[in-house]
Nanobody, 121 residues
Framework: QEQLVESGGGLVQAGGFLRLSCSAS????????MAWFRQAPGKEREFVAA??????YYARFLKGRFTISRDIAKNTVYLQMNSLKPEDTAVYYC????????????????WGQGTQVVVSS
């Protein structure tokens, strides 16, 4: 079974940046699609970004602030988050293999434990 470990979260001021990492182990395919979701307090988990092959997918609300990338040799996907806003505060989760779903009711695969991101105003 695939295991996912997220890292890179923390506390940052509004306008700042963070880079999240998700390392996968135990997977059968190093090129499996991977995705980032996030869950803010009291809200449902929502899609943030994904990468399938070399093609990125983003949630519309990001408006170019985040960039997803991957290192296939390291089985790791990254999420570069710039111009962070207080509303980006959430636990960020990695999902793999991503099946293209953007709602948690349609997403399969494995989840990591999440990494907390807090953006102060």
């Amino acid at each position: 079974q695939e295991q996912l470990v997220e890292s890179g979260g923390g506390l940052v001021q509004a306008g700042g940046f963070l880079r999240l990492s998700c390392s996968a182990s135990g997977r059968t395919s190093g090129t499996a699609a991977m995705a980032w979701f996030r869950q803010a307090p009291g809200k449902e988990r929502e899609f943030v970004a994904a990468i399938s092959g070399s093609t990125p997918y983003y949630a519309r609300f990001l408006k170019g602030r985040f960039t997803i990338s991957r290192d296939i040799a390291k089985n790791t996907v990254y999420l570069q988050m710039n111009s962070l806003k207080p509303e980006d505060t959430a636990v960020y989760y990695c999902n793999s293999p991503w099946n293209g779903g953007r709602a948690t009711t349609t997403v399969g695969g494995s989840w990591g434990q999440g990494t907390q991101v807090v953006v102060s105003s």
